[in-house]
């Protein structure tokens, strides 16, 4: 599949990488300055399983400068994702898939309003990583899977053959016949986890080792998964055991994004992930204390950032 990846942070840094290192056609589509740095030095992934480097890359700066793709998975953070919608337009086929991976729950809905009756579908990224430089991601611990799939019906061939491919470079991917349900379980686990590392600009083992913090983090994710409910979410009994269990498996070292953009100036997906939740709360009448109190302060913090 001719595959083109939009953004190359953490999640299109390290997926792309895998898919470029099992030599399938794989271009990135990055800002100007990025772009000139990956042709000249390669894109470099320090990963918990293994480091490598691409040093022969196919990188364009111009998402109007795709042609004839297969595959899009659109990795920019949410604030970016209107922009890059506006110029998808003019690119996608009909044979074109586009996925799209960003923290949140309806970001697939975003491109829609502007590539209409294109094959657009939700994604999820399991993965703690980062770009610690143009070029350069860092993956420490934890999970490193896609999950993504079509709202309106469990089978997909396209998305299979997608999935196929994928796995087909060594990389967990997953075509899930309830991605709806997906998208929540992880929207309520990044509520927390990012929450509670930026307003206490600690990583995730310092928090789950406090218990005043512990409970704050368990208070906020009991939060998310109420909202949740009220709109119509059916989790298991287990969903928040579950998700703690999970969280405690991360490398106590582990930060979010959120928390990296805060510490280096830059802006901050506040408004699609608390911003959202506080609103559906007040909309189904859920009281949100904690979550409310991190929206703000985050927004004062880090909403807008110094940098792009």
């Not at 480091?51 to 659109?74: C, G």
């Not at 491109?111 to 770009?131: E, F, L, R």
């Not at 287990?238 to 994004?257: E, G, M």
Request: aromatic content about 6%; overall charge positive.
């Amino acid at each position: 599949m001719n595959t083109f990846i939009i953004g190359c942070g953490g999640v299109g840094g390290f997926f792309g990488g895998l898919l470029a290192k099992a030599g399938k056609k794989v271009t990135f589509v990055t800002r100007k300055e990025e772009c000139r740095i990956i042709k000249k030095n390669g894109l470099r992934v320090k990963s918990a399983v293994g480091n490598f480097t691409i040093k022969s890359l196919s990188v364009l700066n111009d998402i109007r400068a795709i042609k004839n793709p297969d595959l899009i998975l659109v990795t920019v953070k949410s604030y970016d994702l209107e922009g890059v919608a506006k110029k998808l337009s003019s690119v996608v086929t009909g044979k074109t898939i586009v996925i799209t991976f960003q923290n949140g729950i309806d970001n697939d809905l975003t491109i829609q309003k502007h590539v209409k009756g294109s094959k657009v579908y939700p994604g999820i990224a399991y993965i703690v990583a980062s770009k610690t430089s143009p070029g350069v991601i860092e993956q420490i611990s934890g999970a490193r899977k896609l999950i993504f799939g079509d709202r309106k019906k469990p089978e997909n061939e396209g998305l299979n053959e997608a999935a196929s491919f994928l796995r087909g470079a060594g990389i967990d991917a997953e075509c899930s016949q309830n991605i709806s349900l997906h998208l929540w379980k992880k929207y309520i686990f990044i509520i927390p986890y990012a929450g509670m590392t930026s307003i206490c600009r600690s990583p995730i083992g310092t928090i789950m080792a406090d218990s005043t913090a512990s409970s704050l983090y368990r208070k906020c994710l009991e939060e998310a998964a109420a909202v949740a409910r009220a709109m119509g979410v059916h989790f298991s009994k287990t969903v928040i055991h579950d998700t703690l269990s999970y969280v405690r498996k991360h490398d106590p070292s582990s930060k979010s994004s959120m928390l990296v953009d805060i510490e280096n100036g830059r802006r901050t997906e506040i408004e699609t992930l608390h911003g959202t939740l506080v609103r559906l709360a007040k909309q189904n009448g859920i009281p949100v204390p904690v979550n409310s109190l991190i929206y703000s302060a985050v927004k004062l913090w880090g909403g807008r950032g110094k940098k792009s």
